[in-house]
Each structure stands twice: as C-alpha cells, then as structure tokens.
C-alpha cells in the first residue's frame, strides 16, 4: 500500500518513502515505525506497541528507541520541538497527527495531497510554545483558545470541523491550542487568565497581525475581553459566544467547594472514558443535545488535547476568572451571542458582558447547547451572526 500524508508517500512493496517527490532514504527500523504510525493514523502508538512491531519484541535500549524517533521525525520534516506530523504524548506513545490516503501500491511519484492548513509554533512570555494553525484566504481573523481543543483533530472533527472551514472559506483563519493542551507545549506552566493573554499576544505577534478582528468562546471570552481592553489598538470587532465576565466560583450565587471538588474527581476519574460518570456530567452540562457521533468525537478529542490532570488545573483556573472590571474599557465594537439554555455559563452572563461594554449588541439564541454543535438548528444562525458581524470591519 502507499500512504500519503503531509508532504510524504510512504510505500510499504517498494519499501521506499518519498519527501516533495524526492526519495529519503531511512533505515529498516525507521521504515517500520514510519510504516506502524502511518496505518493507524490519529490513534496514540504505545512505546510497547513500538517494540513488539520494530524490534519483534526484543529489549532494546530507551536511547535506541529515542533514536529511532529522532529520525523518524528528521525523514518527514519534523523535530522534536515542531511537532506537526508526529506528536509525543508523554509517558504514553507516539501519534501521527495527519490525515493520511490510503492508495494501492505502484508508480513511487509523489501526488500532493494537499494541505488545508499550516501549524507553526509562537513563544509566550515565559518561554511556553504555542502551536497556532493558519487556514483560508481573505481578511484575516483570530480566533481565542479555549479549553479542549486540538488544532490537527478540530480540523477534521464532525463537531468543530464545519465551524472552522466555515470561517477559513471567507476569511484568513488564526486558531491556536492554549498552553498545556493540543499541540502547544503539554506542560502546564503558570495557568492564569494573565497567561493565557500572553498566549494569545505570542500568535499574533508570530503571525505578523497588526490590526484584527477576534472571535471568542467559553473560556476564550474573559480572555479576549482583557486582550481588547488591554491592546485596544489591535482588535478591530470582537465576537463573544457562550461566554461569561465571571467564574463558577466568582459570581453572585455559592459555587460550593463540594460542587467544585465533585466536578474534579469526575474529570480525574473519567477523563476520556466514553461511559464514565464525568462523560455523562459533561454531555449533560456541555452539549445535551449531542449525537453518538458527536459524543465519540469530543472523547477523542479529550484524550488529544490534554490529560486529566492539566484538565482539572485548567478547570479550577476558569472557574476563578473575573473580568468585570475590564469591561467598560473595551473599545471594539463587540457582538455578545448566548444560548438561552446554557448550563454551563448561564445568559445572565451573557448579559453582563452586553450591558458592561459599551455599545455592545446582544443576541440571544435558541439552544440548550454551550459547545457548538452543526446538528443544532441554532448553529447556521450562530455561525452566519458571526460572519455578518466581523465582515463589516
């Protein structure tokens, strides 16, 4: 078979890989892990799992596994710092993160398989990478981190998948994944909404972005609202979704510590178990309206973007977010969107973000869901409210 995937063909009769057409030559041992890796696309290869298929079960050396890797990585194009075609989860495995075709095995020419969008890597204040992702052509338009995401398996997912080509079909599309989650750096360094900020400050300082306007959401919102009132030069319009100005635990009724340790032991417990109690909780809370397929999805994408742990951290970080006081400074012409039914952030919240900056236009939606969901009749109104708002920059 041949497998094409980024730039590369990678064919198993012919035991050769192919880089921009021109062959690369790699070592037996190499051949296999890139071979292992390649028909399990999105799939996290364990390190025993490595040894069994390379090395037939044999013990081998950390330093000779390593090896390996380094120049697995060094025959497709990647490093261990910029990993874009194959991700390191710690203590865990190895995956390929790119969409990979599948052909039957015979001429070795290479035929581009395309690429929708480009991932490069920003530095934050403290030193922390920031995978960022551009896709699209037109005016250019950020979009805020937000928790949970996975710039290579939001491309492709049946939940966040139409949303983000959507928006990259009329615009320049900049996305990032927030520290400590997707491809940006795994470790959870300094989380606070001041940090967060600064990641944000790192991709369009990266991506060359003077002037844009900036699309927020959930946890994305008091981040992007301390980003305008604290650079209001550099944001043109703001979009808030599904947003709040102030935590679970900062707002006027009791966020309970029993409440908010009960929601940290599901996440520890549970954390990307399909039928765990914490799923159960989320789906409820989260996304009531998902479908199996949508369900499954965002479970992947749990276990892609983040482990348990840095998710009960970045949790307990949100929940303490308390942007009130910025809000009279924000100078963008702002658009605040809420579902009427959302468990998550109530529209209270929304509401407080509309009245608290100054000229903001509020709209309310329909919908039971916080997490954007295509199967929800709200969506097309939400996604074009968007588009029309940001298009009259």
Same mark, same amino acid.
């Given at each position: 078979?041949?497998?094409?995937?980024?730039?590369?063909?990678?064919?198993?009769?012919?035991?050769?890989?192919?880089?921009?057409?021109?062959?690369?030559?790699?070592?037996?041992?190499?051949?296999?892990?890139?071979?292992?890796?390649?028909?399990?696309?999105?799939?996290?290869?364990?390190?025993?799992?490595?040894?069994?298929?390379?090395?037939?079960?044999?013990?081998?050396?950390?330093?000779?596994?390593?090896?390996?890797?380094?120049?697995?990585?060094?025959?497709?194009?990647?490093?261990?710092?910029?990993?874009?075609?194959?991700?390191?989860?710690?203590?865990?495995?190895?995956?390929?993160?790119?969409?990979?075709?599948?052909?039957?095995?015979?001429?070795?020419?290479?035929?581009?398989?395309?690429?929708?969008?480009?991932?490069?890597?920003?530095?934050?204040?403290?030193?922390?990478?920031?995978?960022?992702?551009?896709?699209?052509?037109?005016?250019?338009?950020?979009?805020?981190?937000?928790?949970?995401?996975?710039?290579?398996?939001?491309?492709?997912?049946?939940?966040?998948?139409?949303?983000?080509?959507?928006?990259?079909?009329?615009?320049?599309?900049?996305?990032?994944?927030?520290?400590?989650?997707?491809?940006?750096?795994?470790?959870?360094?300094?989380?606070?909404?001041?940090?967060?900020?600064?990641?944000?400050?790192?991709?369009?300082?990266? *991506?060359?972005? +003077?002037?844009?306007?900036?699309?927020?959401?959930? $946890?994305?919102?008091? %981040? /992007?609202?301390?980003? !305008? &009132?604290?650079?209001?030069?550099?944001?043109?319009?703001?979009?808030?979704?599904?947003?709040?100005?102030?935590?679970?635990?900062?707002?006027?009724?009791?966020?309970?510590?029993?409440?908010?340790?009960?929601?940290?032991?599901?996440?520890?417990?549970?954390?990307?178990?399909?039928?765990?109690?914490?799923?159960?909780?989320?789906?409820?809370?989260?996304?009531?309206? *998902?479908?199996? +397929?949508?369900?499954?999805?965002?479970?992947?994408? $749990?276990?892609?973007? %983040? /482990?348990?742990?840095? !998710? &009960?951290?970045?949790?307990?970080?949100?929940?303490?977010?308390?942007?009130?006081?910025?809000?009279?400074?924000?100078q963008a012409p702002t658009l605040v969107i809420h579902a009427s039914n959302d468990a998550l952030h109530p529209v209270s919240q929304g509401r407080l973000l509309a009245?608290?900056?100054?000229?903001?236009?509020?709209?309310?939606?329909?919908?039971?869901?916080?997490?954007?969901?295509?199967?929800?009749?709200?969506?097309?109104?939400?996604?074009?409210?968007?588009?029309?708002?940001?298009?009259?920059?």
């Amino acid at each position: 078979m041949r497998y094409v995937f980024s730039d590369c063909v990678l064919d198993t009769e012919s035991y050769q890989l192919h880089k921009h057409g021109v062959e690369v030559s790699v070592e037996p041992q190499v051949f296999e892990l890139l071979s292992l890796l390649v028909e399990n696309p999105g799939k996290l290869i364990s390190k025993d799992l490595i040894i069994d298929r390379v090395w037939e079960g044999r013990i081998v050396s950390e330093a000779t596994v390593s090896a390996r890797i380094s120049a697995a990585r060094a025959a497709v194009g990647d490093t261990g710092k910029n990993q874009a075609v194959i991700r390191t989860v710690q203590r865990r495995g190895l995956e390929l993160i790119v969409p990979v075709v599948t052909r039957a095995s015979g001429s070795v020419s290479f035929e581009p398989c395309g690429r929708d969008q480009t991932i490069h890597f920003a530095k934050s204040d403290d030193g922390t990478d920031i995978a960022y992702a551009q896709s699209g052509e037109g005016p250019v338009l950020v979009r805020a981190g937000h928790f949970l995401t996975h710039l290579e398996k939001d491309w492709s997912s049946p939940v966040w998948g139409p949303y983000l080509k959507k928006l990259s079909a009329a615009h320049a599309l900049v996305r990032y994944d927030q520290r400590g989650t997707g491809l940006s750096d795994s470790q959870l360094r300094n989380p606070s909404i001041e940090s967060y900020m600064a990641d944000l400050l790192a991709v369009v300082d990266a *991506a060359g972005l +003077e002037t844009f306007p900036l699309i927020a959401s959930s $946890q994305g919102v008091p %981040t /992007s609202v301390l980003f !305008a &009132a604290t650079y209001p030069e550099r944001v043109s319009r703001l979009v808030l979704f599904g947003g709040f100005a102030q935590g679970r635990a900062k707002r006027h009724h009791q966020y309970a510590d029993e409440e908010a340790n009960a929601l940290l032991a599901l996440i520890r417990s549970g954390w990307g178990k399909p039928n765990s109690a914490f799923m159960v909780a989320f789906t409820s809370v989260f996304c009531p309206g *998902a479908s199996k +397929e949508e369900i499954d999805n965002l479970v992947e994408i $749990q276990l892609a973007s %983040t /482990s348990a742990d840095n !998710a &009960a951290r970045i949790r307990t970080t949100i929940d303490s977010f308390d942007v009130l006081e910025f809000l009279p400074r924000v100078q963008a012409p702002t658009l605040v969107i809420h579902a009427s039914n959302d468990a998550l952030h109530p529209v209270s919240q929304g509401r407080l973000l509309a009245s608290g900056i100054p000229g903001a236009e509020f709209l309310q939606v329909e919908s039971n869901n916080h997490v954007y969901l295509p199967s929800d009749p709200a969506w097309n109104q939400i996604v074009e409210a968007q588009l029309d708002f940001v298009g009259q920059a």
